[in-house]
């Protein structure tokens, strides 16, 4: 299930309606990790994911389950 909290601070329309998500997945040696912050006014949306399997990121440096852009920590 996935954790949604609101956040409010639309930085494109100014409403205070804009959501975090933060969705967990596990299978194997595959976990991912994926962020989303969305207004519910205006669409504006901003999402990022970690995937144990990318070769362009290291992994294990980032700070896979805290919110890049608000910096909260998810729940699982």
């Not at 006014?41 to 362009?56: F, S």
Request: charged share 30%.
């Amino acid at each position: 299930m996935a954790d949604i909290q609101t956040v409010g601070g639309c930085k494109k329309c100014g409403s205070d309606s804009a959501t975090c998500k933060y969705n967990f997945f596990e299978q194997g040696d595959l976990e991912i990790h994926s962020w989303e912050h969305k207004c519910i006014d205006c669409g504006h949306r901003l999402t990022t994911a970690y995937r144990t399997d990318d070769e362009d990121i290291d992994f294990a440096a980032e700070q896979v389950d805290q919110c890049p852009y608000c910096q909260r920590t998810g729940t699982k």
